[in-house]
Nanobody, 124 residues
Framework: QVQLVESGGEVVQAGGSLSVACIVS????????MAWFRQAPGKERNFVAA????????RYGDSVKGRFTIARDNTKNTLSLQMTSLKPEDTAVYYCAARTILRMSESPNDYRYWGQGTQVTVSS
């Protein structure tokens, strides 16, 4: 059974930095394309970043380009998201997601496995 568990969310001041992580269990993470999504209260779940199984291909959502960095370590079955220059509008629950079809996607509907989310709050 594949499980994804996020951690690292906390309250941070605007302009600050934070890293969140996701641990994959049940299968080696190298079997998946993976992504981060986020969801603010009352809003839909939005794409943040995605990374190929090898880590060679990466895609970012327009609102986080240049500020966020996605990375993976398949030897440790982990996915990370480093966030810098945080803004209050980055406040959301951040979700880790995985898909077995080895193709990039920005749609949450294309991801089969999800974590429970970790709350990131950016105070102004």
């Amino acid at each position: 059974q594949v499980q994804l568990v996020e951690s690292g969310g906390e309250v941070v001041q605007a302009g600050g930095s934070l890293s969140v992580a996701c641990i994959v269990s049940g299968r080696n993470s190298g079997n998946f394309y993976m992504a981060w999504f986020r969801q603010a209260p009352g809003k839909e779940r939005n794409f943040v970043a995605a990374i190929s199984d090898s880590g060679r291909t990466i895609r970012y959502g327009d609102s986080v380009k240049g500020r966020f960095t996605i990375a993976r370590d398949n030897t440790k079955n982990t996915l990370s998201l480093q966030m810098t220059s945080l803004k209050p509008e980055d406040t959301a629950v951040y979700y880790c997601a995985a898909r077995t079809i080895l193709r990039m996607s920005e749609s949450p509907n294309d991801y089969r496995y999800w974590g429970q989310g970790t709350q990131v709050t950016v105070s102004s």
